[in-house]
């Protein structure tokens, strides 16, 4: 068992305090150009996520990666999570696993 | 719902259950010993090894027997008797093994390939020093929210174990939490802190209790248009808390109908 690499649960509010670190975001896709993808995160606002994303994209896709910068992340895995996804708890989880529940997680 | 934790059997306790258990003096015991537990990696490496088998572990004081978890498949390796792989759920990595018994196990982790996020129910052991999830089901996550639903339950599951425990602070959390979030399990807490014993009192409840236990020694007991104005509280919800209060036993009237003392000591 190993828990030495936890990978962080953030929005776009949260990703800033996490830059180097690897971290966890569901984003809604904006725009997709081949090298990065544009998108909406959990908190309603603009995030890139660079990297290779799988030829075909959802709605709503997980990125896995490290937090590069204030907005974007480098990821290294693309999960799609579908068309339709509930963004409003995903990003309380967010908030709640960063928050007063952050033992459970890190 | 394919992932409503009421499926299970035993796994959020009624409110009767919820009741009785906290009046005991060893609630936690009869928790977790039936039932399925979400639990995040993080948590299973944190869980105590109770007694000398290997198989007994215990969560937030509560026996584990069952635990439940969702992640992402890595390494895996099929054998002739088992598949073993790696668990991450973003918390941590985890070794499992599933035995194949019968032909429907084998057909089942056929489904299973690296990179692919699965809900995993099982038991966790220790092995050589180390722990391992021995997992009798494992499914494809097909529907997304149950990634969230499941972290949502851990965290749920958590606080109901702490207020067992009688931890005050995690009853507020709860309460707080049960209002900012729309889920239909969680919402079940504000219903139950109204009927626990003293650590499940609401605020104003508790406020009253503690004024009056200071004020234990005023042999007469205190006026309630004194503990409104000293709580700065309106007198309508001192009487309401001083009802329940009374229902609890946990103060009476003396002089006349608006002096109230407590039963017990600061």
């Known amino acids: 068992?190993?828990?030495?690499?936890?990978?962080?649960?953030?929005?776009?509010?949260?990703?800033?305090?996490?830059?180097?670190?690897?971290?966890?975001?569901?984003?809604?896709?904006?725009?997709?150009?081949?090298?990065?993808v544009i998108g909406k995160s959990t908190d309603e606002k603009q995030i890139t996520v660079k990297g290779l994303p799988p030829s075909?994209?959802?709605?709503?896709?997980?990125?896995?990666?490290?937090?590069?910068?204030?907005?974007?992340?480098?990821?290294?895995?693309?999960?799609?999570?579908?068309?339709?996804?509930?963004?409003?708890?995903?990003?309380?989880?967010?908030?709640?696993a960063n928050g007063e529940y952050q033992h459970l997680f890190l | 719902m394919m992932f409503s934790s009421s499926q299970f059997d035993g796994f959020v306790p009624s409110q009767s259950t919820q009741t009785a258990d906290s009046a005991s003096p060893n609630p936690s015991k009869s928790w977790g010993t039936q039932g399925l537990i979400p639990v995040t990696v993080k948590q299973l490496s944190e869980a105590h090894q109770s007694?000398?088998?290997?198989?007994?572990?215990?969560?937030?004081?509560?026996?584990?027997?069952?635990?439940?978890?969702?992640?992402?498949?890595?390494?895996?390796?099929?054998?002739?008797?088992?598949?073993?792989?790696?668990?991450?759920?973003?918390?941590?990595?985890?070794?499992?093994?599933?035995?194949?018994?019968?032909?429907?196990?084998?057909?089942?982790?056929?489904?299973?390939h690296d990179g692919l996020y699965v809900r995993l129910v099982g038991h966790?052991?220790?092995?050589?020093?180390?722990?391992?999830?021995?997992a009798f089901a494992v499914r494809p996550v097909t529907n997304f929210d149950e990634v969230t639903f499941h972290f949502i339950d851990c965290i749920h599951q958590h606080l109901q174990k702490c207020r067992v425990k009688g931890d005050a602070n995690a009853h507020s959390q709860m309460e707080d939490f049960s209002t900012s979030t729309p889920m239909r399990n969680i919402s079940n807490g504000s219903q139950i802190s109204g009927q626990l014993s003293v650590d499940g009192l609401k605020g104003s409840d508790q406020k009253v209790l503690e004024f009056l236990q200071q004020n234990y020694?005023?042999?007469?007991?205190?006026?309630?248009?004194?503990?409104?104005q000293q709580l700065k509280i309106p007198v309508n919800k001192i009487?309401?808390?001083i009802r329940t209060l009374e229902e609890e036993g946990l103060i009476y009237s003396t002089i006349d109908e608006y002096h109230y003392k407590s039963t017990t000591d600061a």
């Open chain 2, 217 to 228: 020694a005023q042999e007469k007991g205190v006026h309630r248009d004194e503990i409104a």
């Open chain 1, 56 to 96: 075909q994209l959802t709605t709503f896709v997980e990125v896995i990666g490290i937090a590069d910068g204030q907005n974007s992340i480098a990821a290294d895995k693309w999960t799609n999570f579908g068309d339709n996804f509930d963004i409003f708890t995903y990003n309380k989880l967010c908030q709640l």
């Open chain 2, 239 to 241: 009487m309401e808390s």
């Open chain 2, 51 to 112: 007694g000398d088998e290997k198989s007994n572990f215990s969560i937030d004081g509560v026996d584990v027997t069952n635990v439940t978890l969702v992640g992402m498949v890595s390494e895996k390796t099929e054998r002739v008797t088992d598949v073993s792989f790696a668990l991450d759920d973003g918390t941590g990595r985890v070794e499992c093994r599933r035995w194949l018994n019968e032909s429907s196990d084998t057909k089942e982790m056929e489904e299973i």
């Open chain 1, 1 to 36: 068992m190993d828990t030495s690499n936890p990978t962080v649960f953030v929005n776009a509010e949260l990703l800033g305090r996490y830059v180097g670190r690897k971290v966890r975001a569901v984003i809604q896709v904006i725009r997709n150009d081949g090298a990065a």
């Open chain 2, 124 to 134: 966790l052991r220790s092995s050589q020093g180390k722990k391992q999830l021995v």
